[in-house]
T-cell receptor
């Protein structure tokens, strides 16, 4: 399996622009997670899905952030409009829910820089 | 509020030293605790702990969980420069499928 695939790997954009990050989870995994990592706050859970349904989005910073999972093999995280404080590495991870204590498998991350 | 705290924040040691990294947690209905190693890219899985007092071991790395005192330690013996990384601890509560991460311990091993 190719693992969790994220794109783009790097994104540099200007404040106010829309940013879309994409994720393909590992085939067969039914839970998907979006995390944001910064030096100051570490890894923060933004939202997670079980079977394509958003379960907990309490970590989404504000209305500028939205996430979708239209099917089991694809998810997007959108920021509109972007701000400099959104600069971070965004990780997507997947796991198998209800398989006891299934571990998280991470993608390589999308490094976002908002100027 | 669920919380995971790691210490120390950073550590610099010489090759051959032994290090102990700490992770304490406060979560509702604990299910499991996981350790990850993060170099320049994505975190990679090291250990999953669910039961107290049972040591997990992989080569020079080992980890143990104390569910009564709510902490775990990760030991690395005979450290090598390749062990330099950020080590992350995450806790999975039984109330959902989310994983709460600590801010990590940055380990630097000097030749």
């Amino acid at each position: 399996d190719a693992g969790v695939i994220q794109s783009p790997r790097h994104e540099v954009t200007e404040m106010g622009q829309e940013v879309t990050l994409r994720c393909k989870p590992i085939s067969g995994h039914n839970s998907l997670f979006w995390y944001r990592q910064t030096m100051m706050r570490g890894l923060e859970l933004l939202i997670y899905f079980n079977n394509n349904v958003p379960i907990d989005d309490s970590g989404m910073p504000e209305d500028r952030f939205s996430a979708k999972m239209p099917n089991a093999s694809f998810s997007t995280l959108k920021i509109q409009p972007s701000e400099p404080r959104d600069s971070a590495v965004y990780f997507c991870a997947s796991s198998i829910r209800d398989r006891g204590t299934g571990e998280l498998f991470f993608g390589e991350g999308s490094r976002l820089t908002v100027l | 509020e669920d919380k995971v705290v790691q210490s120390p924040l950073s550590l610099v040691v010489h090759e051959g030293d032994t290090v102990t990294l700490n992770c304490s947690y406060e979560v509702t209905n604990f299910r499991s605790l996981l350790w990850y190693k993060q170099e320049k890219k994505a975190p990679t899985f090291l250990f999953m702990l669910t039961s107290s007092g049972i040591e997990k071991k992989s080569g020079r790395l080992s980890s143990i969980l104390d569910k009564k005192e709510l902490f775990s330690i990760l030991n690395i013996t005979a450290t090598q420069t390749g062990d330099s990384a950020v080590y992350l601890c995450a806790v999975n509560p039984n109330t959902g499928n989310q994983f709460y991460f600590g801010t990590g311990t940055s380990l630097t091993v000097i030749p």
